[in-house]
């Protein structure tokens, strides 16, 4: 079951700016950018740079921030890259920078840009937070969980935070310490239904199967219809070998997301388990799993279907 990564893309602009340093054309450009006129805060920036004195770092800056929004990335970089040129101490273009380079997928200069944006603002949860996303997706966990760890203590309310520690610890296989990450989450948003999936996957990780359904019970009562609450609760009890409630589970599932391609899977497992009588019922489970695309069920199908 995949875990839930969230990236925050920071509101602020990194650059403490004082009144007397921009001008009227500025402010009215950052205003156009407030009010998701991108194109128009393009235009703006575009004057301000004739403009005499203007200060090009926040134009660049700002610019760059709404060539982003209108997914122009090579003017963003361009323009960022610009504004470093011009003051190689600004943290927040250091971050925004790692920030379209992480949305190219270029791991390492987003991994750079962010490591520099620490250095220059060791007090900045975000970029700690950024940090610790990008060493999540190079695959360095005990790099991401430090920067997580930074990230909390500087701003011990992130809840995108604890929710990303705990996928990070759920992948190295700590479960315990996942649970109390997402415990942590929950009293920031006690109704999050995804929340709820993940603390009970983690409790099925423990062989914890009733905890773990009354997890999926309340993931259900939050967000009716969720699929991959009901498959996981089914999950649980297969794993209890209650067959009949857990076909019950994945039935439902099935009929919300007819396209669930591991809900035929596991079905089928129940069924054989559950009645040798229903080995054909079961085989169509494994045979609508397989045309789905889960190849594990193909050897499922060589040994009980052939």
């Given at each position: 079951m995949r875990q839930?990564?969230?990236?925050?893309?920071?509101?602020?602009?990194g650059i403490q700016i004082q009144a007397q340093t921009v001008d009227s054309l500025y402010l009215k450009a950052r205003l156009a950018y407030d009010n998701g006129n991108f194109t128009e805060c393009v235009s703006l920036c575009n004057q301000g740079f004739q403009a005499q004195n203007a200060n090009n770092v926040y134009y660049y800056h700002l610019r760059g921030r709404a060539y982003f929004k209108i997914d122009q990335h090579n003017q963003c970089l361009k323009d960022f890259g610009q504004?470093?040129?011009?003051?190689?101490?600004?943290?927040?273009?250091?971050?925004?920078?790692?920030l379209v380079y992480l949305l190219l997928l270029d791991y390492k200069l987003a991994k750079k840009d962010f490591e520099k944006a620490v250095n220059l603002d060791e007090k900045n949860a975000e970029f700690y937070f950024n940090l610790a996303y990008v060493c999540t997706k190079m695959i360095k966990m005990d790099n991401a969980i430090f920067y997580y760890n930074k990230s909390l203590e500087i701003g011990p309310s992130n809840y995108d935070a604890f929710v990303n520690r705990a996928y990070v610890h759920c992948v190295q296989q700590h479960f315990k310490l996942a649970i109390q990450d997402y415990d942590s989450a929950l009293k920031l948003q006690p109704r999050s239904a995804d929340l709820y999936l993940q603390r009970g996957m983690a409790l099925i990780s423990l062989k914890k199967y009733k905890d773990a359904i009354s997890m999926f019970n309340r993931a259900i009562k939050f967000k009716p219809g969720y699929y991959h609450a009901?498959?996981?609760?089914?999950?649980?009890r297969l794993e209890m070998k209650e067959f009949k409630t857990a076909i019950l589970d994945f039935d439902t599932a099935v009929s919300i997301k007819p396209d669930f391609e591991i809900a035929y899977f596991t079905r089928g497992i129940a069924k054989l388990e559950l009645n040798s009588l229903?080995?054909?019922?079961?085989?169509?489970?494994?045979?609508?799993?397989?045309?789905?695309?889960?190849?594990?069920?193909?050897?499922?199908?060589?040994k009980y279907c052939e």
């Open positions: 839930f990564l969230t990236l925050i893309f920071g509101v602020f602009f504004a470093i040129q011009l003051n190689d101490t600004l943290a927040g273009v250091y971050n925004d920078r790692g009901y498959y996981s609760r089914g999950r649980a229903l080995r054909d019922a079961a085989c169509a489970d494994l045979r609508k799993a397989a045309r789905l695309g889960y190849g594990e069920a193909y050897n499922y199908i060589k």
